[in-house]
């Protein structure tokens, strides 16, 4: 059974920067695709990043040249170094996984694409 743990969340003023990790159980960072979402109440979770297991990379558009996926595969963990943050980045923040697919593709976004999730380490900035 896989398991995903995130940590790094926090309160943060506009403008300031926060690492999210995400601990998994195996090695699934190294051979999987994997990716971060958030969502906020009353919302749909929605795509922020994406990482392949060759560490291709994707963005939402709301996040490009703010927020870098990366990973450590020594340490089988998934980061999001996240700067230039402003309010409306507050969320709970989750990292997921699929089941065996190498690649995201053009699905990454949607939440189905993923079997694992986190619990989610909440991010709170202010104006």
């Known amino acids: 059974q896989v398991q995903l743990l995130e940590s790094g969340g926090g309160s943060v003023q506009g403008g300031g920067s926060l690492r999210l990790s995400c601990v998994a159980s195996?090695?699934?960072?190294?051979?999987?695709?994997m990716g971060w979402f958030r969502q906020v109440p009353g919302k749909e979770r929605e795509g922020v990043a994406f990482?392949?297991?060759?560490?291709?990379?994707g963005y939402a558009e709301f996040v490009k040249g703010r927020f870098t996926i990366s990973k450590d595969n020594a340490k089988n963990t998934l980061l999001l170094q996240m700067n230039s943050l402003k309010p409306e980045d507050t969320a709970m923040y989750y990292c997921?996984?699929?089941?065996?697919?190498?690649?995201?593709?053009?699905?990454?976004?949607?939440?189905?694409?993923?079997?694992?999730w986190g619990q989610g380490t909440q991010v709170t900035v202010s104006s």
């Open positions: 997921a996984a699929v089941i065996w697919a190498v690649h995201c593709g053009s699905n990454w976004r949607k939440e189905n694409t993923y079997k694992y």
């Open positions: 195996g090695d699934i960072v190294t051979s999987r695709c």
């Open positions: 990482i392949d297991s060759d560490s291709s990379t």
